[in-house]
């Protein structure tokens, strides 16, 4: 059924000429079928292996004292009592780490008079200044979870509390509390993208000019796995050894000896399964380096996972902007600027890519697959007292497309066109491909009118208006929601294809990404299968060892395939070569003389032929030749795949119940362009799960705090998450284009449904309510916020 339903979404009357660069019908494994999850049977069985899984021998356990004061002077902290406890083998503070390194942000990002961002220097513990609730400040280590988390609360902080702030643009202005003496006005950046005076001649002189106040409201991350760590130093070597759940081992690993002050081959890392991340637990936590300290002056492993509490006080946040989003039209609807200014909340810390999506994202994607000539981005990126901010799925990419949509939309109102029309008007054509954009991309190709089009007809867009006087007639309201979207995936980056043939006639890849919930192990074998026409069932994946990598950057960005994909196509390619040395030694013939094909290699003319399995067990036992490679083994570095652009349109059709807010999804169609397909059956569950984050977003999930500072939703009972009778049945179509400028032809699709879902969703609710004069309302669009809409008209 599902090859039926790919195959008709392929059809030649509904895309654009193009030809895939593979026989997708030839294998069975191959690219493009929908083939299971190969880790799914373990999983669902509860054999997964997550680090909180993992008991090694002799160990200990840790837990995490953290701040509950919001900002603070900490003078002194009285840890005699919890040090002379039941089971407890030490209580690690701040002075016990003075030797270790800081947490920075390292990024290139500049202000807009030349110098660089102002990064924090964070410890791992809190020493003097206390500066958000759930900054860590001692480490307890103790025989039993139990014992450790009742010797912390022995422990006695003597602090002068300060006043605190929360709001970016509160913490922005003059006389507002200061988190750092060195970092005046809280600004660790003052960012700007584009020419101000040409945007600014620009609005000028616009016929309209469209403008939104838009908050994107700071989000939970949430992940089902708690963040936990085992910390481990192997005395005899004299390394450490950090087992964690994380996006990458290559990177951390990196990250972790250099907070040590070690050399990278004294760090090693190691990750099992994951239980979600979405950015959140990509980069290194102040936790791990007390737990690597702590066994190492204790000759014992220490484990450590947090509680649920302690995530949502600890774990990065997302989003969290305040943003003036502008839109410049002449008199047809062209568009002639956009500008976006922002306050970007930073938390109390920068994190490693805390000031990215509010400057380097929203440059990038509030373009979108419009033409928009001139950009401006200008962006305050502030320090508050609030946990730190990360990336969360997708990382500015949803929100600059949320930003554009809603504009487009309020414009066309404004004007008296159709929004529809107005999108029509300004998209990129595919004549103009490839596309050199004001954000500095360059778009190799899309077809985004047509991707349009079919959702509209695959919708009933047309249909709508019938549908909303019958909902009319049944006493609810109805609204539909369009959200193109065009995101720019993340920046090139080295990745290992590694392949080695095992003695079990087993083929494992060997690369840096990281499965995290994606299900990597399918699509990367099929794309090994192809190439190297080995079996599917005997390809394994290792990713989680920081030892078996020489380079690696992470999963995250969308660009795991194009990364780990590419690097599987380039080292196929070279185990060809070395199979076509060993199969002409073999078949006492020349190397030129030598054909591949689907896992066999054949002398030309002949029926004389040797299998890729059988000649790389033979190879094993074979004696060394000058001629003859030891092993058909590769280890391989993908040097680099530019970004790629995923793009789509989401329809969303909603029903509101105007006496209690409560919203129903009544249709969720969504078209999308994610170039050559490996695995569909995976890509429509990726877009299944952004558009479910999406929702949330846009209808349940905010951080709120206290105006002193304190986490008012700080559990599953004071935040909201979207549950599955919230949710409709998704439509998925498929129009690719193959992406030109990777191996694979392949764009990226892991946070494409966040990108459609928040303009589709806000675009939906708003246009159910204009009737009672509503023309925005912020996420999250609770039934109570809806609600006060209707009744007020605000």
């Not at 969290?320 to 938390?347: I, P, Q, W």
């Not at 036992?621 to 790629?644: G, S, W």
């Amino acid at each position: 059924m599902l090859l039926t339903i790919y195959a008709s979404l392929l059809r030649t009357d509904r895309m654009p000429d193009t030809t895939l660069p593979f026989d997708t019908s030839r294998m069975k494994f191959g690219i493009g079928q929908p083939v299971p999850r190969q880790e799914d049977p373990k999983l669902l069985k509860g054999q997964g292996r997550y680090t909180d899984d993992i008991s090694l021998p002799g160990q200990l356990y840790a837990y995490v004292l953290r701040s509950p004061y919001p900002h603070a002077v900490l003078n002194s902290m009285d840890v005699s009592e919890a040090r002379a406890a039941d089971g407890v083998h030490a209580v690690i503070t701040a002075e016990d780490l003075g030797d270790y390194g800081e947490m920075v942000c390292a990024m290139p990002l500049k202000n807009i008079d030349g110098t660089p961002l102002k990064t924090t220097r964070r410890p791992p513990l809190a020493s003097g200044r206390l500066r958000f609730v759930g900054d860590p400040i001692a480490v307890i280590v103790a025989d039993t979870a139990a014992q450790a988390k009742d010797a912390a609360e022995t422990i006695v902080l003597d602090v002068e509390t300060l006043p605190a702030v929360t709001e970016a643009s509160s913490a922005a202005a003059p006389n507002a509390p200061q988190l750092y003496d060195d970092i005046p006005g809280n600004e660790v950046l003052d960012f700007r993208f584009g020419d101000a005076a040409k945007v600014a001649e620009a609005f000028a002189s616009a016929a309209h000019v469209q403008k939104l106040s838009i908050r994107n409201n700071r989000i939970v991350v949430a992940a089902m796995e708690p963040r936990s760590a085992i910390g481990d130093y192997e005395a005899e070597t004299g390394r450490f050894v950090l087992r964690v759940g994380c996006q990458g081992v290559f990177g951390l690993r990196n990250q972790m000896a250099d907070l040590l002050k070690v050399p990278r081959n004294k760090m090693r890392v190691l990750t099992g399964n994951v239980g979600g991340s979405f950015g959140m637990k990509a980069a290194a936590y102040p936790e791990y380096l007390p737990l690597l300290h702590a066994s190492k002056i204790l000759g014992r492993p220490v484990k450590w996972t947090d509680e649920r509490t302690g995530s949502f006080q600890s774990d990065a946040h997302g989003r969290d902007h305040e943003v003036e989003a502008e839109l410049a039209l002449d008199a047809e609807g062209k568009f002639l600027a956009v500008r976006l200014t922002s306050y970007a909340n930073m938390g109390a810390y920068l994190t490693a890519v805390g000031p990215n999506m509010a400057t380097g994202n929203y440059s990038k994607n509030i373009q979108s697959n419009y033409a928009t000539p001139l950009i401006e981005v200008h962006t305050h990126s502030i320090l508050t007292n609030t946990t730190p901010i990360t990336a969360y799925r997708g990382a500015g990419r949803p929100e600059a497309n949320y930003y554009i949509e809603r504009l487009i939309e309020e414009a066309a109102r404004a004007m008296g066109k159709s929004p529809i029309e107005l999108r029509r008007i300004n998209h990129i054509k595919t004549a103009q491909m490839p596309y050199s954009a004001a954000s500095g991309s360059i778009y190799d190709g899309g077809d985004f009118s047509a991707i349009l089009d079919q959702a509209l007809e695959a919708s009933d867009f047309e249909g709508f208006e019938a549908r909303r006087a019958a909902a009319k007639q049944r006493g609810k309201l109805r609204g539909i929601g369009v959200g193109n979207f065009l995101e720019c995936t993340a920046p090139p980056q080295k990745e290992q294809g590694g392949i080695r043939f095992g003695e079990d006639g087993t083929v494992t890849i060997i690369t840096g990404t990281l499965d995290y919930g994606q299900g990597h192990w399918s699509p990367f074998a099929q794309v090994l299968h192809q190439y190297l026409g080995v079996p599917f069932e005997a390809v394994r994946l290792l990713q989680g060892d920081s030892d078996e990598l020489i380079a690696g950057g992470g999963t995250g960005g969308s660009k795991s395939l194009m990364a780990s994909g590419g690097a599987i196509v380039e080292a196929a390619a070279l185990v060809i070569e070395k199979g076509k040395a060993a199969a002409a030694h073999v078949m006492e013939t020349a190397v030129a003389d030598i054909e591949f094909d689907a896992g066999t290699f054949t002398v030309a003319g002949t029926d004389r032929s040797i299998g890729i399995m059988e000649l790389a067990a033979k190879l094993k036992d074979m004696p060394k030749a000058d001629d003859l490679p030891d092993t058909l083994d590769v280890t391989h570095v993908f040097d680099q795949a530019p970004m790629a652009y995923p793009n789509g349109c989401h329809v969303a059709e909603v029903e509101i119940d105007p006496d209690t807010g409560k919203v129903e999804f009544v249709n969720y169609v969504s078209v999308n362009d994610f170039g050559v397909i490996v695995n569909p059956m995976l890509v429509q569950g990726q877009a299944h799960g952004g558009i479910v984050q999406g929702i949330g977003q846009a209808m349940h999930e905010y951080v709120a705090y206290s105006e002193d500072g304190q986490l008012l939703s700080g559990s599953f009972m004071d935040y909201g998450v979207p549950r599955a009778d919230d949710l409709p049945s998704f439509t998925f179509a498929s129009r690719p284009v193959p992406c030109t400028t990777n191996p694979l032809g392949v764009k990226g699709c892991g946070e494409a449904g966040c990108a459609g879902s928040l303009p589709a969703v806000m675009n939906a609710l708003v246009d159910a309510l204009r009737p009672f004069g509503v023309t925005h309302l912020d996420m999250p669009a609770t039934p109570e916020k809806i609600w006060r809409a209707i009744n007020s008209g605000a």
